[in-house]
């Protein structure tokens, strides 16, 4: 058995797994697009002022105030609007990255060798299951909040294996800030409790606060985060058309979130981690692979010997499904408009879950399937296996992203109508009329793949030193060619 350098083995694979995640998704930085709720968040961060104002609005039923500061960032990093859709498409790649990593970190130090955190890193970033929170500007938070989820995992393993209370106070911090990123990230400190009572028979010598009270600390994050959010932004919220002015609790009907969840298991990831997708199993033959399913994961966690990991496996494919779904459990499964087994952005944690569930299994076939370094390193086959693994899953999932990103689409219509923007613009500039008078003269601009309610014009900057105009004047002025301007 020959042995690469440790890290430059985990190196090389890392390395192969980013770029393979990067190339799946290739349609969307070949053709990036602004999608619909894109433009709602970038204009509510459009300017500094705009931002603070916004800081607690929701966008839909994400309260987001640290996407409202780095959507700042976005707009201000692009300097041209052409830019916007390319960088919107990097800020969904850079989370999906840092997630990689921290699958590694996380199940590295869990499973106690670098093996099992390269194949997660494989296996969690080198697929389309979730393909809207990487290539969707706004699904595209949900990444983050997951990466600071894994933050918050690392936080209370850390906790498990060291002590330190200060470690579930922190553990607390990252499940406030993952609730602050997406709507999904309030189940962070439900799953470090999960992971941290599901590995309590361990620590059987301890005494009784530290085995039953704190483990509940990290609920602490999650509860004050609520506590802060919900009173500024709780009737924006049940102003959306799907809680129409209701109670949310109201809102969500637990036994239909049951049965989508059921469908979601099926229909979309274990179909989906072999790229396959718009395939939805008859309700009448659901039972039969739902009782398959469910002997696999039964014998599967019976045999692995890190059930804590796999039981936090579990509990986030089930505890996100049911959490999304009762969310939608008034809308239709299978509605043309909002055919749920397409929206992947939906699938994040749910494949999160199954990674790690997998993962949690696999020491039990140590010795069978495979042979570790006890240094910690990737045999040369190892490294062969994985790099080859990568490329299988590129080949399976690539046609799907093609799909997905909807090559078809006229992305040059809203490429124009960005590069009118930025013309108008330097036009604003050069006869020193400001944004309002200059939406005033130009009515409306559509934006392609933009909701109805977004005037183009609202991204109008005007001059950094305007003067009075009429509007009859600034339409002249803004119609008319601008010597010397791009």
Known sequence: ??????????????????????LVHLPALYRPLLLQDDFEILRAS??????????????????????????????????????????????????????????????RRELCHSFYGVLGMVLFGVTTV???????YAASFG??????????????????????????????????????????????????????????????GVGWPRRYLSPLLPLLGTAGFLAVALPRSVAHIARLGHFEGRPLWEAFH??????YTARALVDSLAL???????????????????????????????????????????????????????????WDYDAILFYMPNWGRYHLFAHLGLTLFVCAGLPAWRGRWFVLDENGGLTRGQVRDFVRLAGVLFLIHFPRANCCHA??????????????????????????IDAATARAALGNLDLSFSFS??????????????????????????????????
């Open 272 to 330: 989906g981690v072999f790229g396959i997708s718009g395939v939805t199993c008859p309700v009448w033959l659901l039972p039969v692979p739902l009782l398959l399913l469910g002997v696999v994961a039964v014998w599967w966690w019976r045999r692995s010997p890190f059930r804590p990991l796999a039981t936090l496996g579990l509990g986030m494919i089930l505890g996100s499904y049911l959490l999304i779904y009762s969310a939608r459990s008034e």
């Open 1 to 22: 058995m020959r042995r690469v350098s440790s890290n430059r083995s985990v190196f090389l694979v890392a390395g192969v797994a980013f770029l393979a995640a990067l």
């Open 143 to 204: 990444l983050l909040a997951l990466d600071t989820t894994l933050l918050a995992l690392l936080t209370a393993q850390s906790w498990r294996r060291r002590g330190g209370t200060w470690r579930l106070f922190a553990c607390a911090g990252w499940s406030a800030l993952a609730s602050a990123w997406f709507g999904s990230g309030i189940l962070a400190g439900p799953f470090c409790v999960l992971y941290l009572y599901a590995a309590s028979p361990e620590q059987a």
């Open 46 to 107: 459009w300017t500094w002022d705009a931002t603070r104002e916004n800081l607690w609005v929701p966008a839909q039923e994400h309260i987001m105030p640290p996407g409202r500061l780095t959507t700042w960032l976005v707009v201000h990093g692009a300097g041209r609007m052409t830019n916007l859709p390319l960088l919107a498409a990097l800020h969904g790649f850079g989370a999906l990255w840092a997630g990689m990593t921290l699958v590694y970190l996380f199940l």
């Open 130 to 136: 979730y393909h809207q929170a990487v290539v969707w």
């Open 407 to 432: 090559l078809d689409y006229d992305h040059g219509q809203q490429w124009c109508a960005l590069r009118r923007l930025e013309e108008t613009d330097a036009r604003c500039e050069f006869h020193h």
């Open 453 to 486: 309610s977004v005037n183009g014009w609202d991204f109008l900057r005007g001059s950094s030193e305007p003067r009075p105009h009429t509007i009859d004047e600034a339409r002249r002025l803004l119609e008319a060619p601008v010597a010397g301007s791009n």
């Open 254 to 259: 637990l036994p239909v979130a049951l049965g």
